[in-house]
């Protein structure tokens, strides 16, 4: 299921960032506490009516300028490019200028749904200057306040008409997997080389999201769906640069997707936005395989030591199995696919409830939780409660004293006991009926 996207775009000060800040909910924080997740405030998940939507705030277009900034141009026109929906945010108080113009010309071309936000409404001059920006051309235009909230929920509403039938589930049973990763580390490469191994039969075919291709990917008898990020639509070293925006169209490739193959530059090494993606596949309950790509060119280490780095780098995703390849020359690609079937295996695990509670109780016997004002956490029951990723939800007298340190060896426990490679796992904690 793919996650519309909403880009906001306008010229400087026009109160882009304070929009995007309502529409999120928060003032977003450069980090937030997800193990491996570094939240750029370029981009976040906002709900509105129990639509989810990714928003990105783009970069002033400010044409005034003596040296036009093509960086800022080139990443509004990338958002626009990823966006369904485009937020065109334009300063009622000013009123329409040349500015808006270029900005109108840009969006024009991309032949998105355009929704023009006339802000500052409050201020008198902006009620005078309201009908100028008839003049862009442009189908909606809704006139709000985003310091008093004037016309936000008429917003919303507008933008988010058509997420319903975006987000339809599709009934295709066929495991989706999808190939995420920086530009460059050889996403089209491992994909081509998938599609062209003996065993392998491919056809091509159009792709729930826009203009994206899936594959149709045969192995051993069995069909995957396989769901390319590769590269940007607009070629280009400039495009392929700005990572920011291949994070998003790597979000939307995982929220459609049952397992991730994360792909790792073996040459340039491990990067923070390596650990961005995998961390955000991991927070989506998506199963997770370390690709670790161009193996033919590292020359000054071994495979045991690169494995030794990724667990050491990556300490969220100890659980995620890694396969280390060449795309290009083809060596140790059979490795992979038995991997992804054994991911697929194991996020669709079902453990039967009397030996889940004998090794959850076993685990408790071990190690008591510590008390906590003379009160000590005790589990009751034990049930597996959801797959993809495996749910699991314990009954205890009061979650209040549930303590992630404690939680994390439940989890390990539950590794230790059960095939669990390549799948996050979800314990929840639920007091049992009539506790305080």
Request: charged content about 30%; some cysteine; glycine content about 6%.
């Amino acid at each position: 299921m793919a996650v519309p996207v909403v880009a906001i775009v306008g010229k400087p000060n026009v109160g882009k960032s304070t929009l995007f800040n309502k529409i999120v909910g928060k003032k977003v924080a450069i980090i937030e506490d997800i193990p491996g997740v570094t939240r750029d405030r370029l981009y976040q998940e906002a709900t509105y009516n129990n639509k989810k939507f990714f928003l990105i705030d783009t970069g002033g277009i400010d044409v005034n300028e003596a040296t036009f900034n093509d960086e800022i141009k080139i990443q509004a026109e990338i958002a626009i490019e990823e966006a369904d929906v485009i937020l065109f945010v334009v300063d009622g108080k000013e009123g329409l200028t040349h500015n808006d113009i270029v900005v109108r010309d840009i969006l024009r071309k991309s032949q998105k749904r355009v929704v023009v936000a006339i802000n500052k409404i409050d201020v008198k001059e902006a009620k005078n200057n309201l009908y100028d920006f008839y003049e862009l051309g442009f189908d909606t235009y809704i006139p709000i306040s985003s310091i008093h909230n004037t016309g936000y929920i008429e917003l919303l509403d507008c933008i988010t008409m058509d997420f319903d039938k975006m987000q339809e589930s599709s009934d295709d049973n066929r495991l989706k997997f999808s190939i995420i990763g920086r530009p460059n580390v050889g996403k089209s490469s491992l994909m081509n080389a998938l599609l062209n191994e003996e065993r392998v039969v491919v056809s091509n075919v159009a792709g729930t999201t826009r203009d994206s291709i899936d594959s149709i990917l045969k192995y051993n008898k069995e069909e995957y769906i396989l769901i390319d990020t590769a590269g940007m639509r607009k070629k280009g070293k400039i495009f392929e640069s700005i990572e920011k925006y291949s994070l998003i169209r790597s979000m939307r490739a995982i929220d459609r997707s049952d397992i991730c193959l994360v792909v790792i530059d073996a040459a340039e090494g491990i990067t923070e936005h390596d650990k961005h993606i995998a961390g955000y596949a991991i927070e989506r309950g998506k199963g997770i395989i370390f690709v670790v790509n161009k193996w033919d060119i590292v020359k000054d280490t071994t495979i045991q030591d690169f494995k030794k780095l990724m667990r050491s780098e990556f300490q969220f995703a100890t659980y995620a199995p890694i396969v280390i390849l060449s795309a290009l020359t083809k060596k140790r690609i059979h490795t992979l696919m038995p991997e992804v079937i054994k991911v697929a295996e194991n996020i669709k695990k079902e453990i039967k409830t009397n030996i889940l509670n004998d090794v959850i109780l076993d685990a408790y016997q071990l190690n008591l939780p510590p008390s906590y004002k003379g009160k000590r956490l005790k589990i009751y029951f034990s049930s597996q409660t959801g797959i993809k990723p495996p749910k699991f939800t314990l009954r205890v007298n009061n979650k209040g004293l549930v303590h992630f340190s404690y939680e994390r060896y439940l989890e390990n426990k539950l590794r230790e006991n059960f095939d669990l490679e390549g799948t996050p796992i979800i314990i929840q904690f639920k007091n049992r009926s009539g506790d305080e």
